[in-house]
């Protein structure tokens, strides 16, 4: 009888509890469900993966520079300041004092390779400023019994008046020696203050455009954008086409890494690098100085380094 009796009120104290729990539940139904949707939609999806699924929306960007660069009159002066003292100095020297022992040595050795060559002098291709710091780029001008001048092209960097590194860039050969920074022309309007501005400028045009990762199909979508801002379309098309095709969904994943500056075409040259998971890609925006403005946004770099 004992054993029955336990066996009852176990059973009992179970079916209570069941109820107790059934009755709970019913009663918080509803604050349930509220809370399960309110929930879900506090739950943000990156608008990057609605766009394009394969984009994951990292917001990485290259390392930019610093565009306070104040007068630019005054850096065009100390580019050609610094070649002049580095003629002066070779002509006291014939030593090529700006270069490292070993690329002096490799460079006289190009041009002592055949007799009644030698260098005459170094002129001066551009200035600039990069992620290494500011730069001046020189051709040394190899003369022989030919007509032919060759161009040993070497870019250095220096602060103040002292050169701190110099890489060898390349070599180009014609009838007269390159000089693309004179010093009789004006510096005028640089164009570097408005370099950042007018990228945001271009960066908002393509996104509301709509025209970012999978929808941007054809260089030809870009015609219209590139007309609105001022550029070239012919040259500008596949430079946007290429920027929005790799960029994320704010167009955020590239930024200003560099610019040049040349008399001869009188432009400055904004250097733009962009970063996706794979690759990195790089833009030139040339700034005009005849006519302040810009004028194009292209794919690559684009320099006076390459010029005859």
């Not at 190009?110 to 200035?127: E, S």
């Not at 860039?169 to 164009?191: C, E, H, Q, R, W």
């Not at 001869?264 to 733009?272: A, H, S």
Request: aromatic fraction near 10%; charge should be positive.
């Amino acid at each position: 009888m004992k054993k029955l009796n336990k066996k009852y009120i176990k059973w009992i104290v179970i079916l209570l509890l069941f109820i107790i729990i059934v009755s709970s539940y019913a009663l918080n139904l509803g604050k349930i469900k509220d809370k399960t949707i309110n929930g879900i939609a506090q739950i943000t999806i990156p608008f990057s993966l609605i766009v394009n699924p394969k984009n994951i929306d990292e917001d990485i960007a290259p390392k930019a520079i610093s565009l306070n660069e104040g007068d630019m009159t005054k850096a065009k002066q100390d580019a050609i300041n610094l070649v002049s003292t580095i003629n002066d100095d070779y002509d006291n020297t014939k030593e090529l004092s700006f270069l490292s022992n070993e690329q002096e040595k490799s460079l006289l050795k190009k041009v002592h390779n055949k007799p009644h060559r030698y260098i005459a002098k170094m002129t001066l291709l551009n200035f600039g400023k990069d992620i290494n710091g500011k730069y001046i780029t020189i051709s040394c001008n190899r003369y022989d019994d030919t007509k032919t001048i060759v161009s040993y092209r070497y870019r250095l960097y220096y602060k103040g008046d002292s050169i701190k590194s110099a890489k060898y860039l390349n070599t180009k050969s014609n009838k007269y020696p390159p000089k693309f920074v004179l010093n009789d022309i004006a510096m005028g309007k640089a164009g570097i203050d408005q370099a950042k501005p007018f990228m945001q400028r271009l960066k908002t045009a393509i996104i509301n455009s709509n025209l970012t990762a999978t929808n941007a199909n054809e260089p030809g979508n870009f015609n219209q954008i590139s007309i609105n801002l001022g550029l070239n379309p012919d040259k500008s098309n596949i430079g946007l086409f290429t920027l929005a095709k790799n960029s994320n969904s704010r167009v955020s994943n590239s930024s200003i890494v560099g610019y040049q500056i040349s008399d001869v075409p009188r432009y400055t040259r904004i250097y733009i690098k962009q970063l996706s998971k794979d690759n990195s890609y790089y833009y030139t925006l040339t700034f005009n100085r005849n006519s302040s403005r810009f004028v194009n946004f292209q794919r690559g770099i684009i320099s006076t380094d390459d010029n005859n």
